[in-house]
């Protein structure tokens, strides 16, 4: 009954497998995203983990397709759906957004300099906005760059507490279908049915888009899991608060003891797992949470099984790694070009120094996933040094990381705040929540 569907999505999964990405392609693209996040954070008092790659990392994830009729019939019956599929997959709750008619249509447009932008589809909740869009021209768009990214709703600017990838890496094209994601600060409440895109596109010249769209859908309010719960891991504290469960992520908010003597940076295996064994794992794109090493309370996102309703469901975490306090940064004087301090076990090297920027050499973290290793940098007299750009690269064995720092704000020796490393804390946590 689906094979028409099933023979589409694994025709989208080859395509995938045999697209050549040049690897500077792929570097630009996650040195935008990045800027994108960093440029933000200093107007904040929470810090955004953003990264915009993420049709790269799928390529990498994808080793399968197993398509569910209920996720067949929901693509088939939705006109033009089946050309995101490769956007949806390997993320649960966007998959079941689809299966359950949450997605809506949209099929608004807007031509400008020869270009057609077309707002598809969105997926709107409380914690963020899901933006599906084709924009085609006439000629190749390689080497187009995306500039300001703003949606409005009511009067007010959603994007001005939120993080916010694009999904675009520049491949030869005159047709780029792909998705906006926002991640909003804090939960919306919304007052209006009426919202606006605004979009720029810099190429020869500065092209903006204002789309104004109507949405007919009732935004679904989370299910608040209370807890309270506090668990230890190798002599770590942490309070597990609440969790709330929204259509297109989980909210996890973990407060963290200031007793600990260690740091605790990435937890690489957090998960949601029903009576089954079934797994709602952490989000492969877009972003990651909310509040960095430097902040007692943080908000980690997760896949949805908002559409789900299990007898139990637990939540659990190992492989988290940390770093001891005194040894969770990087001292160094940027003018002597000397490394003043960094973690003991050696397992960085510090390839090149220059006046604003460091480069350096770590054994890969994760198979097939690179970590900003860098959260904050902070000068000599305890100020923060903006980061405009954290470039990486990986191969077998190592991943490479450049960070530029602001000139502007130096005051030697820097410290450079570590957001991952490949240092573990011992144990596991399971928690039943349902």
Same mark, same amino acid.
């Given at each position: ?5 099933? +023979? ?130 006439? !000629? ?16 007010? @600017?959603?994007? +001005? ?123 492969? @794109? ?22 789900? +309703?299990?007898?139990?469901?637990? !939540?659990? !975490? ?33 390839? @090149?120094?220059? @006046? ?79």
């Amino acid at each position: 009954m689906y094979e028409k569907e099933e +023979e589409m999505l694994n025709e989208s999964k080859e395509q995938l497998e045999h697209l050549a990405i040049p690897e500077q392609q792929i570097n630009d693209a996650i040195q935008q995203g990045f800027y994108k996040a960093n440029s933000k954070r200093s107007k904040r008092k929470k810090t955004l983990w953003t990264i915009s790659v993420a049709a790269i990392l799928m390529l990498t994830f994808i080793t399968s397709i197993r398509v569910s009729p209920a996720f067949a019939n929901a693509v088939a019956s939705i006109p033009g759906m089946e050309r995101f599929v490769d956007l949806i997959q390997l993320d649960k709750g966007l998959e079941a957004i689809i299966e359950n008619d949450y997605y809506e249509a949209v099929g608004v447009s807007q031509m400008k300099d020869n270009m057609t932008f077309t707002i598809d589809g969105i997926i709107l909740d409380e914690t963020g906005m899901e933006i599906f869009y084709t924009l085609e021209a006439p !000629f190749s768009m390689e080497d187009i760059q995306y500039g300001n990214l703003e949606v409005w709703n009511n009067g007010k @600017n959603l994007s +001005e507490d939120s993080a916010y990838s694009f999904g675009h890496f520049g491949e030869k094209t005159n047709r780029i279908v792909e998705r906006f994601s926002f991640t909003f600060g804090k939960a919306k409440q919304f007052t209006s049915q009426q919202f606006e895109l605004i979009f720029q596109i810099e190429n020869d010249k500065e092209t903006t888009f204002k789309v104004p769209f109507t949405l007919k859908n009732t935004v679904q309010q989370g299910k608040v899991y209370s807890l309270n719960e506090e668990v230890e891991m190798d002599g770590q504290k942490m309070l597990v608060k609440n969790i709330t469960v929204h259509p297109l992520r989980v909210a996890v908010n973990i407060e963290f003891n200031e007793q600990n003597d260690m740091e605790i940076l990435q937890f690489e295996d957090m998960r949601l797992e029903d009576e089954n064994g079934e797994v709602w794992s952490s989000i492969q @794109n877009g972003t990651s949470g909310f509040g960095g090493v430097n902040n007692k309370e943080r908000t980690y996102f997760l896949q949805s099984n908002y559409f789900k +309703e299990p007898k139990k469901l637990y !939540f659990r !975490f190992d492989k988290v790694q940390a770093l001891p306090k005194e040894e969770s940064y990087l001292l160094i004087d940027l003018e002597t070009k000397k490394v003043m301090k960094k973690p003991s076990d050696g397992k960085i090297e510090i390839t @090149n120094i220059s @006046n604003d920027s460091v480069e350096v050499k770590i054994p890969q973290i994760r198979e097939n996933h690179m970590y900003s290793l860098f959260a904050d940098a902070e000068n000599a007299n305890g100020e923060r040094v903006d980061m405009p750009s954290e470039s990486m690269r990986g191969d077998e064995k190592y991943n490479y990381s450049t960070i530029s720092l602001d000139s502007q704000n130096i005051v030697n020796p820097i410290k450079l705040y570590f957001s991952a490393y490949p240092n573990y804390l011992e144990g596991s946590v399971s928690i039943q929540i349902k």
